[in-house]
T-cell receptor
Framework: GQNIDQPTEMTATEGAIVQINCTYQTSGFNGLFWYQQHAGEAPTFLSYNVLDGLEEKGRFSSFLSRSKGYSYLLLKELQMKDSASYLCAVTRSNYQLIWGAGTKLIIKP | KAGVTQTPRYLIKTRGQQVTLSCSPISGHRSVSWYQQTPGQGLQFLFEYFSETQRNKGNFPGRFSGRQFSNSRSEMNVSTLELGDSALYLC?????????????FGPGTRLTVL
């Protein structure tokens, strides 16, 4: 079957670095998305990984290891506005997108 | 380019009624996916339409149905509403031609069932 695991909640300090992990088990894996969702708002696209390795976009980076079924989202220089839920989602060869339950990130001053 | 729009933004219904939600995708996008989100829950996939055909379906009862029109606009219908149907309903659009296309979300319709 398909399964995606993320920690339910994480807490970090403003200005620090945090790593949000996502592990998955699925057939027909194509790639992995990360989305950010602020409370009461719709998810917004952050990154997409299809090949192994690190993709960097400003303060946010995303890593993928296909052989290990593992990805992480790295957020640097944390700001209060980064308080949100972070969702990972796996794309499959049949166009289906499988979503994790999301990680709620709390940033403290 | 205009984003994904959803109407209405808020709805209050009573048990047993039915409801229709609408989603207009980004221009040029042919795929529309629908999700249900309840507090503390992740996105629960309802179904996906591509070029007027249902391409994927989640594990929801038959009370939940949808369709897509030739202009890619999509509607979702829920019949015989139950209290547990209270949720944020999100639609997302993408080009849909490949399985690596990014989905862009609308603001959602918040449905309250009393």
């Amino acid at each position: 079957g398909q399964n995606i695991d993320q920690p339910t909640e994480m807490t970090a300090t403003e200005g620090a670095i945090v790593q949000i992990n996502c592990t998955y088990q699925t057939s027909g894996f194509n790639g992995l998305f990360w989305y950010q969702q602020h409370a009461g708002e719709a998810p917004t696209f952050l990154s997409y990984n299809v090949l192994d390795g690190l993709e960097e976009k400003g303060r946010f980076s995303s890593f993928l290891s296909r052989s290990k079924g593992y990805s992480y989202l790295l957020l640097k220089e944390l700001q209060m506005k980064d308080s949100a839920s972070y969702l990972c989602a796996v794309t499959r060869s049949n166009y289906q997108l499988i979503w994790g339950a999301g990680t709620k990130l709390i940033i403290k001053p | 380019k205009a984003g994904v729009t959803q109407t209405p933004r808020y709805l209050i219904k009573t048990r047993g009624q039915q409801v229709t939600l609408s989603c207009s995708p980004i221009s040029g996008h042919r795929s529309v996916s629908w999700y249900q989100q309840t507090p503390g829950q992740g996105l629960q996939f309802l179904f996906e339409y591509f070029s007027e055909t249902q391409r994927n379906k989640g594990n929801f009862p038959g009370r939940f149905s949808g369709r897509q029109f030739s202009n890619s606009r999509s509607e979702m219908n829920v019949s015989t509403l139950e209290l547990g149907d209270s949720a944020l309903y999100l639609c997302a659009s993408s080009f849909g031609g490949t399985n690596t296309d990014t989905q862009y979300f609308g603001p959602g319709t918040r449905l309250t069932v009393l």
